[in-house]
């Protein structure tokens, strides 16, 4: 008998060889190991989240559990009102001589880990590395200085050294260049196949899930038609559907929106790699497989590996970097209240309906439109930064704190001043025009700047220069869009300013009264 030994996976971590009960084998019998599970009630009821990602988080969970007991391990299943009770619930019934958990993706998280649970309980905890993240194994900058700006470009092709991805000989990226962006970035033909992702219905662990969330939740979790895989066998499954059926296209029209498929070529996949069930390292070298079996262009299968070794290492490393200042960032002084239409869906601009339709309904945007739609319109209305984080943390079904942090104040609103991006992610009505459908079908006109039918998007964009024009100065890469402004005469400029104090008034004022209104009531 070897003395007994408990891991705790967190309900985000269920990677299929964990570190916490692999490392706990190297030292104990398989039948004194306890792996523990706890699903916190607190958190299921106070931190407002999308109905879809509580019933992946706690099905996944439930079908993970499932899936160890078939492999041997005994496990502790447990539902307690917060995660310390589940904790000390399960010291005192198993009393193990030591508690393993992997490192939280997130800086609560860790704070719990490092801090809490050592004061409430008297046991010696390991925090092991956390292995979700390739950064975890190689971190290209140790020691990053306070201030520099690091880009992401050279992060990346570091990573792709390190790793071997689709590198050749000696270090030389495979293909000949290293970005196909150039590539990239075309506008949709409108007779262009788009296949959807694949579905799964709802087995027996998620049904009882969904029948158990459904007081707790609005609408009422059978209401929301869940699909979503929850074990590792289906997320696999996932991926090769993606590979097979949309990563060829991903590259040309990553950058593309319509009204006729919200996932477009995108893989979908955020949510299982957000909590385990995909891993990083498997999906690139899915895709690199693919490449080099001639299935799919080298632009498409560089253009999908840079997001996931490059732009979610990067700012995974990034949210480590910046926090806990980082969540605090407003560089613009931004004030003005989350409208209420990014709560029901309601405004007469066609693309942030369509956006918020989708958001609300779905938890999921893809990146552009999470970014260029509306990121760009709460920067452009100088909306308050933790009122919009708030906003993005309850609405999407891979919301976690290590990735929606640098997301929304880094680059989504430039609100760190641009530690993370290079620059302010803002456009007027131009872009989405270029990118998108939705203008066709829209009340208010994209060619216009101020006056009747002027998209908000044009004076907002025109309004932002002018007011931060000097801060806006000190960034080269801005100077393009700043020398436009002379285009602008003094009565136009008066203009601009005009109609979006008043628009800014207008959204703003009603979300006030709402307000006010709950207050009252
Ligand atoms: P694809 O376009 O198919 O990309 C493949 C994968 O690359 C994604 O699944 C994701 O894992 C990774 N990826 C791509 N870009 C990023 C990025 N900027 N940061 C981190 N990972 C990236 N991603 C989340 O996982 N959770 C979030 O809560 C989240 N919030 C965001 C908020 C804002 C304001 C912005 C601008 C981006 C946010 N992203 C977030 C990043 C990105 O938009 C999503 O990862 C992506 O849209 C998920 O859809 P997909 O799986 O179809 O992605
Ligand atoms: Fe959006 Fe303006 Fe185009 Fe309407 S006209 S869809 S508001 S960008």
Redesign the pocket.
Do not use: C, I, K, T
């Given at each position: 008998m070897t003395q007994p030994i408990s891991a705790w996976i967190l309900g985000n971590q269920l990677l299929s060889e964990h570190h916490a009960f692999l490392t706990a084998e190297e030292s104990t019998a398989k039948e004194d190991i306890r792996v523990l599970l706890v699903e916190s009630q607190h958190l299921l009821k106070h931190r407002p989240s999308h109905p879809s990602k509580l019933i992946l988080l706690l099905s996944a969970m439930r079908h993970y559990a499932a899936a160890l007991e078939n492999a041997g391990y005994r496990v502790d299943y447990r539902q307690a009102p917060s995660f310390l009770i589940g904790i000390q619930g399960h010291l005192k019934s198993h009393n193990p001589s030591r508690l393993l958990s992997m490192a939280a993706s997130d800086y609560a998280g860790r704070r719990f880990q490092e801090t809490t649970l050592p004061e409430k309980t008297s046991l010696p905890i390991d925090i092991l590395p956390n292995r979700q993240f390739l950064t975890g194994r190689y971190n290209p900058y140790p020691q990053p200085d306070p201030g520099k700006q690091y880009i992401m470009e050279y992060f990346y092709r570091d990573l792709r050294k390190h790793f071997q991805v689709l590198v050749d000989g000696e270090g030389e990226p495979t293909g000949g260049e290293w970005n196909y962006d150039q590539k990239n970035r075309e506008s949709l033909p409108s007779d262009i196949h788009i296949p959807p992702p694949l579905t799964f219905s709802p087995d027996e662990i998620t049904q009882e899930v969904i029948a158990q969330l459904s007081p707790l939740i609005d609408p009422p979790a059978e209401e929301i038609g869940f699909a979503l895989a929850v074990t590792h066998h289906q997320a696999e499954k996932a991926l090769e559907d993606?590979i097979k059926h949309r990563l060829a296209e991903?590259g040309p029209y990553?950058d593309a929106m319509t009204s006729r498929s919200m996932?477009i070529f995108?893989?979908?996949?955020?949510?299982y790699?957000?909590i385990g069930l995909l891993t990083?390292l498997q999906?690139i070298r899915a895709v690199e497989t693919a490449y080099k079996r001639g299935e799919v262009p080298i632009h498409s299968a560089e253009g999908?590996i840079r997001?996931?070794l490059g732009?979610?290492e990067?700012?995974?490393w990034q949210y480590w970097r910046g926090m806990p200042e980082l969540k605090e960032g407003n560089h613009w002084y931004a004030r003005h209240r989350l409208p209420d239409f990014f709560w029901n869906g309601e405004t007469k601009l066609n693309c942030l309906r369509e956006a918020l339709g989708r958001a609300l309904s779905n938890g999921?945007?893809?990146?552009i439109e999470?970014?260029m739609l509306?990121?760009n319109f709460c920067t452009l209305a100088g909306i308050h930064p933790p009122e919009v984080l708030d906003w993005?943390?309850a609405t999407?079904i891979?919301?976690?704190p290590w990735?929606?942090v640098?997301?929304?104040i880094g680059?989504?609103l430039h609100a760190d001043g641009g530690v993370i991006g290079t620059k302010p992610y803002i456009s007027s009505a131009n872009y989405i025009q270029k990118m998108s459908d939705y203008c066709q079908n829209c009340g208010y006109d994209h060619n216009v700047r101020t006056g009747e039918g002027a998209c908000p998007f044009n004076f907002l964009y025109w309004n932002f220069l002018l007011s931060h024009q000097d801060r806006l100065r000190a960034n080269p890469r801005m100077s393009l869009s700043l020398s436009n402004l002379r285009h602008l005469n003094a009565q136009e400029r008066k203009a601009v300013q005009k109609q979006a104090d008043h628009f800014i008034k207008q959204i703003t004022e009603a979300t006030n009264t709402n307000h006010e209104m709950e207050k009252n009531t």
């Open positions: 993606f991903f990553e996932v995108h893989s979908h996949l955020s949510p790699l957000n990083p999906v999908f997001q996931v732009w979610r990067f700012m995974y999921y945007n893809h990146h999470r970014l509306l990121s993005f943390m999407y891979d919301a976690y990735v929606m640098p997301n929304v680059m989504g």
